[in-house]
């Protein structure tokens, strides 16, 4: 029988204490933009909650871009034992530079590894990448052990949200973001989920009106004008944000402006907790594979 879903956990507001890089080294580029990162914080706040307690548990994140490894560092250091795969090749240096760790080279069709090899597979913001989610799904519900879970992130689907319609209007179209579609609800996410033999126990939501609106302000920047080369041209698709310590340091000042303003933009972020609901502009979805 079908277990139901207990009652959504939504992240309103940024916030929460973060992992520091040890040994007096200096902050890595990738952890420097997570720790100004409103959204991302957000996302790992939700990821934590939604697993819950990961000690000795065999862990796994799928990732695919726009994560240069600082998801990864403070999943990390939440306890479990982690492995890692990323579906664009391009990043897996920086990732593993960063990790110490080895970083698979994964494709939605064929995840290199064992039958039953995880207690927990994580897939953060990879769906939405995809024309065909079914042959990943079928992955994902392969490489879990029985009783193992799966927990999947989104861009909310819906087409109708205020914001959703904001980017059509200013042509951040899902291309831009390197998307094949707006994103899934989480119906939809338990949907194919449950068609995999799958069964849903949770779910959550993140990045509200006012957080997303900062975060479309600053992708809209990056993207029109930031963000193009000397001779004018746009970045390549998927690239809404700095994604090398080279573009860090080309974008020195206009970073330097962001840091002094994040505080303010957290406090606005914090709006959230004002609107009334539990939705967002990001979805999550935790599904348990039946013993």
Not at 180 to 195: D, F, I, N, P
Not at 204 to 209: K, L, N, P
Request: hydrophobic share 40%.
């Amino acid at each position: 029988m079908t277990s139901q879903p207990s009652s959504p956990v939504n992240v309103a507001g940024a916030g929460g204490s973060l992992a520091p890089y040890g040994g007096g080294q200096p902050r890595p580029w990738a952890l420097e933009l997570f720790d100004h990162s409103l959204k991302k914080r957000l996302k790992v706040e939700l990821l934590a909650k939604l697993a819950g307690e990961l000690g000795g548990q065999r862990c796994l994140l799928i990732t695919c871009g726009d994560n240069p490894g600082a998801i990864n560092w403070h999943l990390r250091d939440r306890g479990g034992d982690w492995s890692w795969a990323e579906m664009e090749a391009a990043r897996i240096p920086a990732m593993e530079e960063l990790l110490g760790e080895p970083v698979v080279d994964a494709a939605p069709h064929l995840l290199p590894f064992d039958d039953g090899a995880f207690d927990l597979v994580m897939t953060i913001d990879v769906h939405e990448h995809l024309d065909e989610t079914d042959p990943l799904n079928r992955e994902l519900a392969r490489i879990l052990a029985a009783g193992g879970r799966a927990l999947v992130t989104t861009p909310n689907g819906d087409p109708r949200m205020p914001l959703a319609r904001v980017k059509r209007l200013l042509a951040m179209s899902p291309e831009v973001y390197g998307h094949r579609v707006q994103g899934y609800t989480a119906k939809e996410l338990e949907g194919m989920l449950t068609a995999v033999g799958l069964v849903p126990e949770d779910q959550g939501a993140y990045s509200r009106f006012f957080t997303e609106g900062i975060e479309l302000a600053i992708n809209l920047a990056y993207v029109k004008v930031l963000g193009r080369s000397p001779d004018g041209a746009a970045p390549r698709e998927g690239e809404i944000a700095p994604s090398s310590s080279g573009e860090l340091k080309r974008l020195s000042g206009p970073y330097r402006i962001y840091r002094a303003v994040y505080p303010l933009l957290r406090a606005v972020s914090r709006l959230d907790g004002l609107i009334p609901g539990s939705g967002g502009y990001a979805v999550a979805v935790l599904a348990r594979k039946p013993t």
